[in-house]
């Protein structure tokens, strides 16, 4: 690390641990804090200088580097209840592909925190298999006319525009994918219904209809035919930030644990003492090592320009690395904890529920070991790993 990656990291440190002590809060009120405790926090992100930190300093963003921005994230990883979410990553792939119109209009506001975005790509029938996605874009004169609906759209009650990715119902490139940007205030889009998930996040994932919304062929992200191209870049960026998180939230919990083990006692010792606490902790702490050195690795290759197809099995690796060993991190933490680990103002039992959800979203672990496979035997393990 550099001297500025340092800084950066105890920047990013210092606002988690600002970010903490409001998480018991949350947890009890449905995952959100008092408005002006929530402003508070969005301020305070970009007064420490993490607005937009993955988007290019021309246009307003912070210019991280990827390995920067993975210490970030990691640090944000450390409070529960996606507190941490104040960080905002916009769409990164967006800036090189964007139209004028599509910079000022969207891409701009949204470093600059005044725009926020969601992601419409599952359907009820379309998760692991993006490709079987039903939903239709059909080109009608200067507009495309969008019909579909869409499943687990994550931050939909706190953004205002939507990347929403169809197939194409017409035209030369009628079956193929296209993303588009749609203004959550167009006519047609409709909250089916909220459902409730495992986390208390103040972030929901409603089901969403998109009825004969008509919009500017402007929206147009790139040209028709590229939707698939822009989702894996983001896949991509995701998995990273994931396995980033995933770490934080395993620091986290062997700091929690370690220090409840050290004080709790039982038969008159500290708990810390019975060698099946150590071995819980001691392997926590390996596996946490582990993913560390995987994730910062394919970060720093990553701002060396290592060939993006061996980024794309890096990135799986250390999604499924970090993502699975959190879990069992998780896990161990609770049982260290006892029964005030199935408490949900106990961080353990928080972060128990909360990794779950990161061996599902941006690909399943089935689907990153599916990756990876397809990239050993296309490339070899040398090329891979070293
Ligand atoms: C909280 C949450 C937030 C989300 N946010 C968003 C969002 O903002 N935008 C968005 O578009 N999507 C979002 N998603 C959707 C998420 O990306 C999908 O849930 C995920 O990709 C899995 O798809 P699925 O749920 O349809 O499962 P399926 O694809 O139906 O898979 C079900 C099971 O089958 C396994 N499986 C499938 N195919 C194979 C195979 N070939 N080999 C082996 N096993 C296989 C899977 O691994 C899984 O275990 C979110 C999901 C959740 C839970």
Request: glycine share 8%; with cysteine.
């Given at each position: 690390m550099t001297d500025e990656d340092r800084e950066v990291q105890a920047r990013a440190r210092?606002?988690?641990?600002?970010?903490?002590?409001?998480?018991?809060?949350?947890?009890?009120?449905?995952?959100r804090l008092a408005p002006e405790v929530e402003r508070r926090h969005e301020e305070r992100a970009r007064e420490l200088g993490f607005g937009a930190i993955n988007m290019p300093k021309e246009l307003g963003g912070g210019g991280f580097t990827s390995f920067q921005q993975v210490l970030v994230q990691e640090q944000i990883g450390r409070p529960t209840n996606a507190l941490g979410w104040v960080v905002h990553t916009p769409a990164s792939w967006l800036p090189k592909v964007a139209s004028k119109h599509q910079l000022d209009t969207w891409v701009i506001p949204t470093i600059r925190g005044e725009r926020g975005e969601c992601y419409a790509i599952t359907e009820e029938d379309a998760g692991s298999d993006v490709d079987a996605i039903r939903a239709t874009a059909a080109r009608d004169g200067e507009e495309y006319r969008l019909n579909g609906v869409k499943w687990h759209v994550t931050s939909f009650n706190r953004s205002d525009y939507v990347f929403f990715q169809a197939k194409l119902a017409n035209g030369p490139h009628s079956g193929a994918h296209a993303m588009f940007i749609v203004d959550l205030d167009t006519p047609g889009i409709r909250v089916v219904r909220t459902p409730a998930y495992t986390h208390t996040y103040g972030h929901h994932h409603p089901v969403v209809a998109f009825e004969d919304v008509r919009i500017p062929a402007a929206n147009l992200v790139g040209s028709e035919g590229d939707g698939m191209l822009f989702?894996?870049?983001?896949?991509?960026?995701?998995?990273?930030?994931?396995?980033?998180?995933?770490?934080?939230?395993?620091e986290r919990l062997i700091e929690e644990a370690t220090a409840f083990a050290r004080d709790r006692h039982a038969y008159g010792r500290p708990i810390f003492d019975n060698q099946a606490i150590q071995f819980m902790l001691a392997y926590s702490l390996t596996e946490l090592w582990a993913s560390r050195l995987m994730t910062y690795r394919t970060a720093q290759g990553i701002d060396e320009g290592v060939d993006v197809k061996v980024q794309h099995a890096q990135c799986s690796m250390a999604k499924l690395s970090a993502s699975e060993a959190a879990g069992r991190v998780a896990d161990r933490a609770v049982q260290i904890f006892g029964g005030r680990g199935y408490m949900r103002e106990n961080v353990a039992e928080r972060?128990?529920?909360?990794?779950?959800?990161?061996?599902?979203?941006?690909?399943?672990?089935?689907?990153?070991?599916?990756?990876?496979?397809?990239q050993l035997a296309k490339r070899g393990s040398r090329t891979l790993v070293g």
């Amino acid at each position: 690390m550099t001297d500025e990656d340092r800084e950066v990291q105890a920047r990013a440190r210092a606002l988690a641990d600002e970010l903490i002590p409001h998480e018991v809060q949350a947890e009890m009120n449905g995952g959100r804090l008092a408005p002006e405790v929530e402003r508070r926090h969005e301020e305070r992100a970009r007064e420490l200088g993490f607005g937009a930190i993955n988007m290019p300093k021309e246009l307003g963003g912070g210019g991280f580097t990827s390995f920067q921005q993975v210490l970030v994230q990691e640090q944000i990883g450390r409070p529960t209840n996606a507190l941490g979410w104040v960080v905002h990553t916009p769409a990164s792939w967006l800036p090189k592909v964007a139209s004028k119109h599509q910079l000022d209009t969207w891409v701009i506001p949204t470093i600059r925190g005044e725009r926020g975005e969601c992601y419409a790509i599952t359907e009820e029938d379309a998760g692991s298999d993006v490709d079987a996605i039903r939903a239709t874009a059909a080109r009608d004169g200067e507009e495309y006319r969008l019909n579909g609906v869409k499943w687990h759209v994550t931050s939909f009650n706190r953004s205002d525009y939507v990347f929403f990715q169809a197939k194409l119902a017409n035209g030369p490139h009628s079956g193929a994918h296209a993303m588009f940007i749609v203004d959550l205030d167009t006519p047609g889009i409709r909250v089916v219904r909220t459902p409730a998930y495992t986390h208390t996040y103040g972030h929901h994932h409603p089901v969403v209809a998109f009825e004969d919304v008509r919009i500017p062929a402007a929206n147009l992200v790139g040209s028709e035919g590229d939707g698939m191209l822009f989702a894996y870049e983001w896949f991509r960026y995701e998995r990273l930030m994931i396995a980033a998180r995933a770490l934080g939230a395993m620091e986290r919990l062997i700091e929690e644990a370690t220090a409840f083990a050290r004080d709790r006692h039982a038969y008159g010792r500290p708990i810390f003492d019975n060698q099946a606490i150590q071995f819980m902790l001691a392997y926590s702490l390996t596996e946490l090592w582990a993913s560390r050195l995987m994730t910062y690795r394919t970060a720093q290759g990553i701002d060396e320009g290592v060939d993006v197809k061996v980024q794309h099995a890096q990135c799986s690796m250390a999604k499924l690395s970090a993502s699975e060993a959190a879990g069992r991190v998780a896990d161990r933490a609770v049982q260290i904890f006892g029964g005030r680990g199935y408490m949900r103002e106990n961080v353990a039992e928080r972060f128990y529920r909360e990794l779950r959800v990161d061996r599902i979203w941006e690909g399943t672990s089935e689907i990153q070991r599916l990756i990876i496979a397809d990239q050993l035997a296309k490339r070899g393990s040398r090329t891979l790993v070293g």
